[in-house]
Nanobody, 120 residues
Framework: VQLVESGGGLVQAGGSLRLSCAAS????????WGWYRQAPGKQRELVAGIASGDGSTNYADSVKGRFTISRDNAKNTMYLQMNSLEPEDKDVYYC??????????????WGQGAQVTVSS
């Protein structure tokens, strides 16, 4: 599975951006999709996730009500709509796909990362 991100950039506080993640390869085996972000010197953290099966979503508390994750199965593309952006949202955002192989082994696929910068 290959993931290619697009849509990062610079925006003023209060503004919006939409990230896209185009997937290719055997995506039918993917169980869960998500967006992570990482600041320099910090651990990568989950921003939002969406399940392949029922499409259920989950969000980090810091982005609830502002960010929306979605997936267009026909286009094999995942999105992260980010509204009301704050300077604290400035990070590199990574697209992620997880594949459960067997009972306990999870294979992780990552996009190349997209820089999001929010000016105050």
């Amino acid at each position: 599975v290959q993931l290619v991100e697009s849509g990062g950039g610079l925006v003023q506080a209060g503004g919006s951006l939409r990230l896209s993640c185009a997937a290719s390869g055997t995506t039918s085996s993917i169980n869960a999709w998500g967006w992570y972000r990482q600041a320099p010197g910090k651990q990568r953290e989950l921003v939002a996730g969406i399940a392949s099966g029922d499409g259920s979503t989950n969000y980090a508390d810091s982005v609830k009500g502002r960010f929306t994750i979605s997936r267009d199965n026909a286009k094999n593309t995942m999105y992260l709509q980010m509204n009301s952006l704050e300077p604290e949202d400035k990070d590199v955002y990574y697209c992620h796909a997880g594949e459960l192989q067997g009972r306990i082994r999870v294979v992780h696929y990552w996009g190349q990362g997209a820089q999001v910068t929010v000016s105050s």
